[in-house]
């Protein structure tokens, strides 16, 4: 009996065929977290229309929206509410019902007669890896890590460092940091490891665990600080954004109050690459994002990092840099951005990127404006206007 085989040629036709047709039925989802609420934006495969779902928890303080890459369905939120004050809630079904976490982060009890600290804002949420279903972590403000083992239903405080007399100490109080409060953010799980852990404190510095959490141990080799203060010292510094690379996890960035850096490991230095920033635009800024599949290639948004801390694009003209070798080189990209008098800037965790080919790049900006680039910053456009001061941007694909 004669067999009936197939010619490579059509074999190779057939998975073109396929990839092309699993490509039309991707969608992006893009999470819009604002000082009043959130917002779900959904994208076709061209990410060339779009479809709101919102507001979400209007009224509300939103720090974080996220999807759990693990069953694509659940979504996280932190949210400080006027009635239930900080808090966390969960939707299974893409947002279409919400519950609230039965124990949301908090600070354990302070023993008799010593002071206690009580969490502001949960501020960041991280998902493990698949090998670790249902576990979260969360960064909150003040600064405290915190994770949930039954996908964000109960937190509980992990490891020491939130009682940690030195932690405590490099912590500093409320009134140092941030405008609106010092943070631990940047809550980073090797996903080669479960146990190896990385976390950033606004101010108190970038720290890491290679066992589980039990310890953790400063990272602070080649980082300045502002002039006058110790390097040395945890308490000065100032990390604003860490990414780890997903196609090399042994790469991190990190955008920093004083420049942008690499860390190459197993080596402990960071090198400062920011230098390489056109000068008059600086190397200070809150966002990094860092390309899915291309450990040498990075997205920044400057802003104004003169002395008096405006807080603002530089002289108004805003625009991402990219560097495409590693911070050697940088490129501006500001085609589609508005040329002058545009005095919004771009938060820490409001610039992401989704997986697509090519890399789509989104941001929201202090002004309430959702921007994206189809093909990696080449060319913007304007999502959206008019939302309130946007907080974080995640982007996910759907199926």
């Not at 977290?33 to 229309?49: C, I, V």
């Not at 124990?103 to 949960?122: E, S, Y």
């Not at 009682?163 to 140092?176: L, S």
């Not at 820490?348 to 997986?355: L, Y």
């Amino acid at each position: 009996m004669a067999r009936n085989i197939r010619k490579p040629a059509v074999r190779k036709q057939e998975s073109t065929d396929r990839a092309k047709r699993a490509a039309r039925k991707r969608r992006v989802l893009v999470l819009v977290a604002t000082r009043k609420g959130a917002w779900l934006y959904h994208g076709d495969a061209a990410r060339k229309t779009w479809r709101v779902d919102g507001p979400h928890f209007l009224g509300h303080v939103i720090s974080h929206l996220v999807l759990d890459p693990r069953d694509g369905r659940t979504l996280l939120a932190a949210a400080k509410t006027g009635h239930l004050g900080p808090t966390v809630f969960r939707s299974t079904d893409l947002g279409r019902s919400w519950k609230e976490a039965a124990r949301p982060p908090a600070f354990a009890k302070a023993p008799d007669g010593q002071p206690g600290r009580a969490v502001d804002h949960t501020f960041w949420l991280t998902p493990a890896p698949a090998a670790e279903p249902g576990v979260w972590y969360a960064g909150t403000s003040p600064q405290g890590l915190f994770r949930s083992e039954d996908g964000g239903v109960t937190w509980e405080p992990f490891s020491s460092i939130n009682d940690d007399p030195q932690y405590r100490k490099w912590m500093g109080t409320v009134q140092d940091g941030t405008p609106d409060g010092p943070k631990l953010h940047s809550i980073i799980v090797d996903p080669r490891d479960p146990a190896h852990l990385y976390f950033a404190m606004s101010g108190g510095g970038v720290h890491e665990s290679v066992d589980g959490g039990r310890t953790f141990e400063p990272i602070l080799k080649g980082l300045e600080v502002v002039e006058g203060f110790d390097k040395t010292e945890p308490t000065f510094h100032d990390p604003h954004c860490i990414r780890l690379c997903p196609s090399n996890p042994d790469r991190l960035y990190q955008q920093n109050h004083c420049g942008i850096y690499r860390l190459d490991r197993p080596s402990d230095a960071w090198v400062r690459i920011g230098k390489n920033m056109p000068k008059r635009v600086g190397d200070i800024g809150f966002p990094m994002v860092v390309h899915p599949r291309d450990a040498d290639t990075v997205w920044v948004f400057p802003m104004d990092g003169t002395s008096v801390w405006p807080r603002t694009s530089p002289e108004g003209m805003p625009a991402a840099y990219a560097t495409r070798n590693g911070g050697k080189t940088w490129q501006r990209l500001d085609a589609g951005l508005p040329g002058s008098q545009a005095w919004w800037t771009v938060k820490r965790q409001a610039m992401t990127a989704d997986a697509l080919d090519p890399v789509g790049l989104y941001f929201g900006t202090t002004s309430g404006e959702l921007w994206m680039s189809r093909d990696e910053g080449r060319q913007w456009a304007c999502i959206e206007r008019h939302l309130p001061e946007i907080y974080a941007v995640e982007a996910a694909e759907l199926t």
